[in-house]
């Protein structure tokens, strides 16, 4: 483990080196011994290999090219901002850090960190506000305990992802959109520090042999970190933030999807239907699957199986079950299969799988074929065509004996409705269709879309134009809403 000291001195490479040419050991680690990785991973050159270099510096190479790609935004520090950095910095190099180094107790260590502020304020007389002055003494804390200089994102409900490439590119998201941001680790080993003192809470590790991890942390977020030889260019850290919740409101006010379908998914989770929500990567299920949840009755037993529980539901009577990874003897395994086999033998009301990914698929269908009905749960897929070919293959994997028009059979009458949501190219999500499954005609499943979205072009500030569409169907499933007690009014399926 790096010293309290060599953790304190990586805090903060100054903004205007993001290009990122001095090596981190700038003027503050002068006589700092090199930390060595807890792999002991080669260190990075001195330089950033040229094609790391700032994103939107294309040069020479642009003229051959026909297509521009949109360049990825830097975000610039305000003049407060910049401050606190070269504060921060100045004050790093005073601290005495031996001694914080014996502090164990974080309220002793944070009311040094206080004072030594106050003192260097005094002397060095720079105009910060109470406020500033208290961020400045919080970052030096995160530095200590916390996440290094990643920490502030981390902090910031606003963002909902931060990727870190390397010591020194880092980029994050917010509201759908990804920056690149003016921080950077001192070098890798700042950074695999970092990493370390991430996944070791949580009881994972991760060194050369074993340099891929995935993790939870305790607020909910998922952590990938895969470092050298299998990452190329350092250690690559990718934390997908607990994103804001989104209730179902927020969705239509932001244009995911119409109140009109809202109406509809809302009745089909009342009826107990059994919904597949699918999508590409981070393109909304979990959020929309949460969202849906609220509309499961409050009297009801919900079990949720998740390999990384991310789900929020509402409801109280709710049961969390969450896989396991083998341990480090390769023992221990505990998957989602399993789960959705105990989860039958907890007298659930509804299962839901927070994503479908392999043999589970088999025992879910056939729980929703046996009287569990009203199950929700996620595919990785790009269109709902492609959801039930996804679910196929995951079936065969499970049983090879099942022939194929067994399981599509099983598949028709377990799922009733899937629901195909994407992030558009702006950033932005929409349920793309709203889809019912019919029936089978020969060997085929039947689909029929009851809303689609229709996109109809790009603005010149890319955002996507379109609109929703009800295609003018009447689903067949009306039958069982109405059997539940729910009528939806005709208009909801004319077409516009
Ligand atoms: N409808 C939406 N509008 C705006 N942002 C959204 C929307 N849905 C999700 N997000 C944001 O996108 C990120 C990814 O969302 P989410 O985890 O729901 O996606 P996912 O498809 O389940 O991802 P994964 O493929 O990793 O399971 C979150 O930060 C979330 O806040
Ligand atoms: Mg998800």
Redesign the pocket.
Known sequence: MPTLRERLLGVMTPPQSMPAVSDGDGAPLRGTPTPTAPSGLPRSGSAVPARRRAPGAVGAERRTRTFTPRRIEVETLGPVEQLKVDLHRRLVERLDLEALEQVSDGAVLTAQIRNAVADFLRTEGTPLTQGEREDVIEQIVYEVTGLGPIEPFFRDPTI??ILVNGPRDIYIERR?RLSRVPVAFRNDAHLMAIIDRIVSRVGRRVDESSPMVDARLPDGSRVNAIIPPLALDGPILSI??F??E?PMQA?VE?G?LTQDMVELLSACVQARLNIMIS?G????????LNALSVYIPATERVVTIEDAAELRLQQEHVCRLETRPPNAEGRGQVVARDLVRNALRMRPDRIIVG?VRGAEALDMLQAMNTGHEGSLT?I?ANSPRDALARVETMIQFASTSLPLRAIREQIASALEVVVQIARMADG??RVTAIAEITSMEGDIISMQDIYKYHRRGITENGEVVGDFEATGVRPLFMERLQVAGIELPNSLFAQA
């Open positions: 909902s992802d759908g997908r933030r994103g804001a989104l969705l932001n995911t999508g990567t981070g393109s909304g299920k979990t959020t929309l994503e996620t990785h932005t999500r």
